[in-house]
């Protein structure tokens, strides 16, 4: 008990908890000691009960991917000619749409495609940029990672490349678990730790902003989560580039984990700790994609003060057989009956 | 600094609840009112940790909804139908047999037994639904008809409440539900249900169930038309019944689906509101043993949630679950007790399966004799 209080302080105090402290909380404190907690540091940051959301979509241009990890539900290997690459009819469609919705940005994705050259996605963005008034937040490090090997480029020189082809800011997909005997479980042929935070360094001195995300409850240990949290702590400190920190939840459906999904009370008290742990990150985002909007909802009382998107579509959660839908007008129910404000955001979190 | 509650207000509860003084009307709307859902939650927690420790209930049980027609046609039920209505059914005995007879192996230990206004039955089919479930089931407790049916079977049988509880205890009747309780006001019940019981008849019949030494549980169906105030008195008639009698088991608030009902424009509960019933409903009826986050209604993640907002109890596996899913529920159709154990263990709780009465079966996986552990409620 005596250990809980004294790392209690520290939080109230605003003195930074180390990995090991993380640790003990997540196994010994009360659930609503986290959320309280967690509630104290969101608005001493945030002290308008506002809730934020962007309206965009994602597009995912390619769902081949070399990659295989083991808990996707989405890709399809080269092979198995199940694959598909977007056609510019049906992407520009998408992000017409995405306008006339109101959406201020796309998250553009897609697997790890060996078929697409260097010139593929230097004209995919140009023609993007050339033909739409729209955020790309694209491109996460696996892919970056990938795409500089495969063209024997550096990453610098990539992320330089698509900056100037029009990519706005990098999405924080593809973290899954900063922490290399985790990855090399789970996705072995994607990117390590290290080129992952390297092309958020490299984008962050670029002066792009990024996103930064947690998959958890697959192979990890709780204390790989504050491993994880750690890196993306320290990065921050360096460049000062994440908007926002997501945590969610590995969804086991279809994919080659056999695992019974991460709880809504882990996930509450992960959400909590990392509003706790990541004192340098502005927002914390709770993800009603994989925990619905119930819990979605809740998480707004343990640190999170912004819900994401309204992801007019969504393909890779869905494969794995979880479909939460939630139209603009739900998201802002939900937001209001939970007693806060919401807004409207773009992706650098400026009110709209 | 205070680190207990944003809502300074709530202070004033907290230092009644921590000396056990019972809360008010007043303090019942101010903790509907107040945006500290978990300074709310905070204070049922100690209540439910009092009371529970970091127990957490569950039983394996199995439902039979021996029909959906019903004369009542209540507004928020998307279960009932008209006799001559497709989809319309009545099990009859040898239907119950089958059923029973399908999950036999399983360690069945509860019945959950409701069913519609069925305006051509005889008394003697529930009798004969009781000592049927019995010969199969013998071991197991059968916790059947609500309030509603009771009044019911009443008409039927032409007996008093009193006899018609006695007939149906002798033919194997141990519990009852809680159920269509609704709320109490009679304004809502005009509105709404106007054919049902009111208020005030549920309540005397369950007075009467209690007296002819039967328990029963009590809920509130909650997220229709009915306002803040309504809720609170609805929840203060049941801790005067119960301070009466001591008959009622376990309250479980009722989150109301709207899907294919007549109010199905009204948008689902939300989780805030879920969890404000269930820990407010610990807070306000002190002489309750039991509070149950039902995840058939609430789901799965929110009941698990729930644990920590002054639930004590997950309710059952449940084999399928029916009224609430004709109305949209989205959760299982039932759980195992793996997965029941596991939702209760993540939140950081000690499974224990329970019979009808609370006594103790298993306790984090280890069975408790049956000269061990007993509970209360019987």
Redesign the interface.
Known sequence: MKAIESI?DKI?QNVRITIDEGFFLFNHA???TL??MA??KR?ERHPD?LITFVVDRNINYTNICMSGCKFCAFYKTPESGEGYVISRESLHEKIQETLDLGGTQILLQGGMNPHLEMSYYIDLLKDIKANFKIHIHGFSPPEIAYIAEKSGMDIAAVVSLFREAGLDSIPGGGAEILCDDVRLKVSPNKCMTGPWLEVMETAHNLGMKSSATMMFGHAETPHHIFEHMDKIRQLQDRTGGFTAFIPWTFQPGNTRIHH?G?????Y?RVLALSRIFLDNIDNIQASWVT?????A??AL?YGANDLGSTMIEENVVASAGVDFMLPEKELR??IE???FTPHQRDCYYNLL | MNRLFRDDALKDIYNKVKKGIRLSREDGLLLYKTPDLNGVGRMADHVRRQRHGNDAFYVYNQHLNYTNICKNRCLFCAYAVDKDDDGAYLWRINDIEKRLMARIDEPVNELHIVGGLHPSLDFDYFTDLLKTVKRIRPTAKIKAFTSVEIDYLSNLSGLSVEDTISELKKAGLDMMPGGGAEVMSERVRKKLFPKKVPGHRWLEIMEAVHRAGIPTNATMLYGHIETLEERVDHLIALRELQDRTGGFSAFIPLAFHSQNTALSHLPATTAVDDLKNIAIARLLLDNFDHIKAYWVMIGEKLAQVALNYGADDLDGTIIEERITHEAGATSAKGLTRDDMERMIRDAGFVPVERDTFYNVLCRDGVAVSENGTTGHGA
Request: aromatic content about 10%; hydrophobic content about 40%; cysteine-free.
């Open positions: 209690i109230y009360d659930l609503l959320a309280g509630e104290h608005f009960r019974p991460t709880g809504a009370a882990v509450l925990q619905g909007e119930k819990i909802q809740t009382f129910r939900l009956t939970a007693g």
